[in-house]
């Protein structure tokens, strides 16, 4: 029993302060013995294990046999664990994976870390990431995570240490401020995630060197080496500011849009709910998105390679493949990317957008439009700048049949499906360009928001709405609509029957055998289960020795954040009202776990901005401010819910103890939203004519101005004037007479249930690897998107994530997301040095008359590609619709 009991040294850590607390393992679990991180771990025999997993350790260990065992390309699988056998239960200790095998409890089996035959038969077919033949217990089933993350871990380590702290509110500060201050500004410049990651190792090491080791008030100033915990806690402080709160979008239309500067204390706790609200429905989520090994999270690889490589961690996963080290091919890499960024991003900036058909005849539109990358369809298809190439996401990241499932819907929608509604000038879209951001009104002219706006009250004045004109898409910019509305409703019949309450609907026999209501019923309901039972793989064995963050801090967080954001409502004039904003927080929380489980499998997040912005149209129709607070609380809730869990399988992949995790990310928040809030104040206060599109600064607001334009589009003119009865966007394309997209909610829900029959009928289809919510969201970036940031992006994807993976898996295990992150970090850097170097002095006059006027700068704007030149257009006078 006393066993069972923490001691006085654990009850007298939980009342330090959580920012400097060390991080010892739970009461009833033993610690490992601590080693260095730089140097291979070594895996002794387990007793007990088969010979095939003897065989393998062997090899890891890199002991002599007679065979020679590549630790990545053999058959990891234990014999008791292949399909056609009946498993074992595993009974592994979870303070070590060296540690041996714990005796099963007596009339009781465990099976919390073993798969079933019927279990990996299924996840062989619904999860297409997951490896049968290497259920493993001391790696990942999961090959992208074998060779991205070490599969042991040091508890001495320190983590939560003054250091870190210092360091990651500085970064937070530093990166909020900065990238703030640039996302005003057109061309923009961001540092990212990577880039931060890079930017804190020299600083962390430079710490090391010169800070003198001292122990004040009973903190140590210099704890030793800067390890890779601290590495990842201070990176993760420093992304947080890496991209803008959307809530200073708000901020910032009020006071551009509607001419309302309201107090400082409003905006600070507008931008602090919306940012924070969203981590308590994280918290809660986070035991289904981050323990179970299934929720892999791809691009948290990435960052997860790069740590390893620049800390010089050796693991199994990592293969025996000889060659230049990670460090070296790393290096090279990061190298030719900043030096090669130079040639598209200023030299020659045509190879960017490599649209050579509309070069050849740049006054056909046809041409302009099928081949064209700025307002055309992109068939052009190469570029050589991996900016745009990973504008969307890096394509090493991302699973090859996810990219596919993507193609899938760029190929119907855009090649097929916008070209055809547009030359059949369905919507009236011949009088505008084909793709766009822009609303037109109906002489062809861009939509003039001011003629239908009340001045006092920025609400609708229907009368002059009526006297002036109805608002008009392009074809691809409502094609993005309706495949939101695709999006949101295959994603409910998609993953509705993970909820629990859905058992009780099954009858006994149907449960037991296993047949499904609805598409993805099985493997979902099997991933309930197992993340119910706490199924754990090697990391969250490890972990499992960390304190995890009290239930009662989520809630505390989210009890404060909602009094922030009521305070916001009932004493401005916002015109939301508390009823509203408890249902934008339910859509958020009804999506946040089918929305998690898909971004955690395929790398592409489903959106709720549109679908938000349609309901509040209606729900509080004419109030613009109400309707983008309504769409930031139901929208960035799960965004930020979905940042905070990508955060928290990142500390759990690197090992970093949950509630520094927790603190950190808080912390880090409000300090880079106030950064971000202080900066803009200033901008506003002492840049002239700021957000005007003439402001010689080139501070125009492109973001804000298309938040502006979205809020008078959803929240003045509102949707009863476009997708009710009688209105444009109402009916079906090319059947019914209005032509429009509200009918895409039924096909959107039917879609899942159609393929469920199909795959019912015929089981062993290729058609189990379609996902609709991924291919309906998954192009949710057009515009601004456009092909040249896809076509190429499905190219490398291909390349590398399916023939390489395939044929050289040692190298794809050693190199694939090292490449990533070294093009990545390295195109970032290399955007940066060009932007403050060349483009930001001198008010961007460096190079005006020579390099900037020669013919590969040019050429790809002297074409009707780059003018946005219609099909059609009017005479003076004449009108459309």
Known sequence: MAALLPGTNYLAFLLLPPFFRASPPLPGFARSHPQSPSTAHTYPPIPGSSSTTRRRRDAMNGSDSKEDINALDYDLRDPEKSLGAS????????????????????????????????????????????DSSSVLEDDSPYPEVRSAVANFDDPEMPASTFRAWVLGIFWAILISGMNQFFYFRYPSVAIGGLVAQLLVFPIGRAWVRLCPSVTVFGVQMNPGPFTIKEHVLVTIMASVGAQSAYATDIVAVQRVYYNQAWSFAY???????????????????????????????????????????????????????????????????????????????????????FSWVCWIWPDNVKIN???????????????????????????????????????????????????????????????????????YDNTGNPYDVSRVVNPIDASLNLDAYKAYSPLYLPTAFAMSYGLSFLSITSTVTHGTSFISVLSALLPATAIKNQQ???????????QFGRSMREQPDIHARLMSRYPQVPEWYYACLFVVTFIFACV???????????????????????????????????????????????????????????????????????????????????????????????????????????????????????ITDICDRNQPNNFTCASTQVFGTASIIWGVIGPGLQFTKGQIYYGMPLIDHSHGLTFFFLIGAACPVILWLFTRRYPNTILNYLNFPLI??????IP??????????????????????????????????????????????????????????????????????????????????????????????????
Not at 387 to 407: C, K, R
Not at 516 to 526: A, D, E, G, Q, T
Not at 670 to 678: D, E, F, K, R, S
Not at 776 to 781: A, E, R
């Open 87 to 130: 498993p074992a239960p595993s009974y592994r200790a979870l303070s070590s994976p060296h540690s041996p095998p714990a005796p099963a409890p007596e009339n009781q089996a465990d099976t919390s870390s073993t798969y079933t035959a019927h279990d990996s038969a299924i996840l062989s077919i619904f999860d297409p990431n997951f």
């Open 516 to 526: 499904p209501i609805i598409h993805f019923y099985r493997p979902i309901r099997l």
């Open 369 to 439: 439009q099928i081949f064209g990358y700025h307002s055309g369809l992109g068939f052009s298809l190469i570029t050589l700048d991996w900016n745009q190439i990973a504008f969307i996401g890096s394509p090493l990241a991302t699973p090859w049949w996810a990219e596919a499932n993507v193609m899938i819907g760029f190929f119907v929608f855009y090649w097929f499906l916008t070209p055809l509604l547009y030359y059949n000038n369905v919507w009236h879209s011949q009088y505008m360009p084909i793709s766009g951001l822009n609303a």
């Open 568 to 686: 916001c409502i009932e004493l401005w004039p916002s015109g939301m009202t508390i009823w509203a904003l408890i249902v934008a927080l339910l859509i958020s929380v009804v999506y946040v776990l089918p929305i998690g489980m898909i971004q955690a499998v395929t790398n592409r997040q489903v959106g709720l901005n549109v679908i938000t912005e349609l309901i509040v149209g209606f729900m509080i129709p004419g109030k613009p401010n109400a309707m983008m607070i309504f769409k930031t609380y139901g929208y960035i809730t799960m965004s930020q819910a979905m940042q905070f869990t990508a955060d928290f399988k990142l500390g759990h992949y690197m090992k970093v103890p949950p509630r520094p995790m927790f603190w950190c990310q808080v912390v880090a928040t409000v300090i880079a939203g106030t950064a971000q809030l202080g900066v803009q104040s200033w901008m506003f206060s002492n």
């Open 776 to 781: 309906f969201s998954g192009v949710g970036s």
């Open 267 to 353: 905006n600070w706790m507008l931008v602090m709910s919306t940012q924070l609200i969203g981590f308590s429905m994280g918290g809660i989520a986070r035991r289904f998105l981050v323990a179970p090994p299934s929720m892999i999270w791809p691009n948290t690889l990435v960052s997860c390679a790069l740590f390893n490589t620049l800390h010089s961690q050796t693991y199994a996963g990592i293969g025996p493949r000889d060659g230049l080290s990670r460090e070296r091919f790393f290096l090279y890499a990061f190298v030719a990317a900043i030096i090669w960024y130079i040639v598209p991003g200023y030299l020659f900036q045509a190879l960017s957008v």
């Open 784 to 881: 601004p998107a456009t092909a040249v940031n896809y076509v190429p992006w499905a190219i490398i994807g291909f390349i590398f994530q399916y023939v390489v993976r395939r044929k050289h898996f040692s190298y794809w295990a050693k190199y694939n997301y090292v490449l990533s992150a070294a093009l990545d970090a390295g195109t970032g850097i290399g955007l940066i040095m060009v932007f403050f170097c060349l483009q930001y002095p001198l008010d961007g006059n460096i190079g005006r008359n020579t390099i900037q006027k020669w013919w590969g700068n040019r050429v790809y704007k002297d074409t009707l590609d780059w003018k946005s030149t219609p099909l059609r257009k009017l005479t003076d006078g004449d009108t459309f619709g």
